[in-house]
């Protein structure tokens, strides 16, 4: 059923993981980004996440469709950024202490909706089996990629390409970077955060659903333990930038992948050390990329960081 | 002068009023328990997780069935102070006389610091070590659920074709080391050949890493997975996606894949709770160390799976028969550990009972894997 392939399962594990493990991270930091490139800072997705997560698992059970999941989890999550964007724009509101009162309030709503859909089993959303050229099952288990993963990577890229070459991506720019040159040329700065941050809502439900329907694949009430919060703060390591979102994903994934895989090769001491790993890189990256004229280079400048 | 009224002296002064009738009124209560017990159950993880929580809660649900018995619950309490909080408010607002705070990392500190301040109220902790000197009105009860595990090994070894079978473990503390042990020497009783990989994830519920360490396992080739964390049901789902068998862990986990369940480790806290809140009801004092196993009813085996094939299902019975009758021991010599030190001579033997399978620091040989 399977072939000893010894200390190649440490990459293979990282590949995997870094595919298994990373479409949450990728699906709320674009989300985070888009939000973010329209001068407001969300920090409640965790709580959308996992509210996203639960909604997408009870929808799925209820109606025996995982994609009718993911899109309640979508739905939900824009229903939070929409919340989110209709307080903020009201004088004197903090958009970073908002988000940490949704963020409590999305896990608690969670927890309570989701007490009965603990215990159904769902249906997982299906996986495209890429890994049909090998004989390996290892392999052909690494290289089962979920839809939502290609989904999530092509959204990437085509909101790069938004924020670079269109008239939409242009006026989020304008809107984030300076509120009254947006005001200048007619635009509703309010409208258009309320509208980013909703999308960027909608994006981050859809990572929850991945974890209760794909990976790990049901609902609990550590299904995230985080992830939402690390995401948030991938988008500041990513520069603003979505393609580099996907690949700051990506590297955390696989990064946490590490832990677990050298423990099966054998390299069992110090495991708590290796857990820490996704940490300790981005750490490292943070420390040797960074340069005092460049810290904030990429960042929107309504951001209330900037300020 | 109207600054007066509020003054720190009156502040206290109405307060200690205010904290003296509340002493009256909390005698009340006190005197109600004899007739009429509360008893509080908590909880680290939600209490249907099909895992350690569901296990106690089942318990609780055979409580509340009892006369003039009223229970209280609360999911999700942290190992933290959280857990004092919880325990006084179910005390001091639930009038509750019997606690259940069933989480591993609830014992010490936590229930060693309220237990004393509540000399009428008994705290019962499962898996913590009751020793003399500590307060009388606690104790530490638990079954020897590794009986089970070796049983679920015995099945394991007859089915893996790999010869390597799988553990996912939470911490390295000795419950879940015996565990692991027994689940490999079970195996070994079939085929002495046989290997067993253990990952730890360091944290009692964190499903992504426990999704992750399940992947890593299969990537290794083990085909018969276990584990030890509060719920099972993401390694068992993601094991049995991956076409192995799995044997379960603390409930029943058979309906998330029928086809590949084996067999599985349960608690019986149904059957026991009862009876300890029994001897409260009729005034007696429940033993400070309580332990029970398979013969007690204190842990039970889910019945076999279909994969499990008839020289399997022999062993399993006549192994079971043999525990049951008492005596039988898992750590017995000639054993060492995986670092080569001698852990049992020639004839030497640990009862489950043996005190000293409680404080086990050490991985059997075969076992691939370290503590630290």
């Known amino acids: 059923m399977s072939t000893d392939i010894g200390m190649w399962g440490v990459p293979l594990a990282i590949l995997g993981g870094a595919i298994r493990v990373s479409t949450p991270f990728l699906f709320v930091s674009i989300g985070e980004c888009l939000t973010e490139r329209s001068g407001r800072i969300n920090l409640g997705l965790e709580g959308t996440l996992v509210f996203g997560a639960m909604s997408g698992y009870a929808i799925a059970f209820e109606t025996g469709s995982p994609w009718a999941g993911v899109l309640a989890a979508a739905l939900a999550g824009a229903v939070f950024g929409l919340f989110h964007g ?8 903090n958009d970073v202490a908002i988000g940490i009162a949704l963020m409590l309030l999305g896990m608690g709503l969670a927890f309570f909706f989701g007490k009965p859909y603990i215990q159904p089993v769902a249906p997982d959303l299906p996986a495209i089996p890429l890994g049909w050229w090998s004989d390996i ?3 052909q288990a690494a290289l089962q990629v979920n839809a939502l993963f290609i989904i999530g990577a092509a959204l990437a890229v085509a909101m790069a390409w938004m924020f670079r070459s269109t008239k939409i991506g242009l006026t989020i720019r304008v809107v984030g970077d300076s509120t009254d040159a947006a005001r200048a040329i007619g635009l509703n700065p309010n409208t258009v955060r309320l509208l980013s941050t909703a999308a960027g809502g909608a994006l981050a439900g859809v990572g929850g659903a991945y974890l209760s329907l794909y990976y790990p694949g049901s609902w609990n009430e550590g299904v995230s333990s985080g992830q939402g919060l690390m995401a948030v703060a991938l988008v500041i390591f990513a520069r603003w930038n979505p393609i580099y979102c996907f690949w700051a994903a990506l590297l ?7 832990g677990p895989a050298l423990q099966s090769v054998g390299v069992t001491s110090g495991y708590y050390l290796f857990f820490a790993a996704p940490y300790v890189l981005t750490l490292a990256l943070l420390i040797f990329t960074s340069s005092p004229d460049k810290a ?9 960081l900037n300020k | 002068m109207t600054r007066s009224t509020f003054s720190r002296r009156h502040f206290l002064a109405t307060t200690a009023a205010m904290g003296g009738v509340a002493a009256t009124g909390s005698l009340i209560p006190t005197r109600a328990r004899a007739a009429n017990l509360t008893v509080g159950f908590i909880y680290v993880g939600p209490k249907d997780d099909f895992g350690y929580n569901q296990a106690h809660a089942e318990g609780a649900a055979a409580v509340k069935e009892m006369e003039g018995v009223t229970v209280v619950e609360e999911e999700n309490v942290p190992e933290t102070n959280d857990v004092q909080n919880t325990m006084e408010s179910m005390i001091n607002f639930d009038g509750a006389g019997l606690l259940f705070p069933t989480s591993f990392g609830y014992f010490d500190p936590h229930v060693l610091e309220v237990a004393p301040k509540y000399p009428e109220v008994r705290f019962e902790h499962a898996a913590g070590l009751w020793t003399e000197g500590m307060p009388t009105n606690v104790g530490s009860y638990f079954g020897y659920i590794g009986m089970g595990q070796y049983l679920n090994g015995i099945v394991a070894g007859h089915m893996t074709q790999s010869k390597k079978i799988g553990f996912v473990a939470a911490k390295p503390i000795p419950q879940v080391l015996l565990n692991i042990n027994s689940f490999l020497l079970g195996a070994r009783a079939v085929d002495p050949e046989i290997t067993c990989q253990v990952i730890f994830t360091g944290e009692w519920s964190l499903a992504v890493k426990e999704a992750e ?3 890593a396992l299969c990537d290794q080739g083990c085909d018969v997975i276990t584990c030890h964390v509060d719920g099972p049901k993401v390694v068992m789902e993601t094991a049995a996606g991956r076409g192995s068998y799995i044997c379960g862990y603390h409930a029943n986990q058979s309906p998330l894949a029928p086809e590949m369940y084996l067999t599985g480790a349960e608690w019986n806290w149904a059957g026991v709770y009862p009876q300890m809140v029994q001897t409260m009801l009729d005034g007696g004092t429940i033993d400070n160390f309580i332990r029970g196993g398979l013969a007690d009813g204190f842990i039970k085996m889910s019945p076999l799976g279909p994969a499990v094939t008839d020289a399997a299902r022999a062993q399993f019975e006549e192994t079971k028969a043999e525990i049951e009758k008492g005596g039988f021991s898992v750590i017995k010599g000639p054993l060492k550990d995986n670092k080569g030190n001698v852990i049992a001579a020639e004839g030497e033997e640990f009862l489950e009972t043996d005190i000293a399978l409680e404080s086990m620091d050490y991985l059997v040989e075969g076992v691939i894997g370290s503590t630290n």
């Open chain 1, 252 to 258: 955390f994934g696989g990064a946490g992948a590490l």
């Open chain 1, 137 to 139: 099952p290892q392999v």
């Open chain 1, 296 to 304: 904030m280079d990429g960042a929107p400048g309504e951001l209330s």
């Open chain 2, 213 to 215: 360490a399940t992947n």
């Open chain 1, 86 to 93: 209709w307080i903020c724009k009201f004088k004197g509101v």
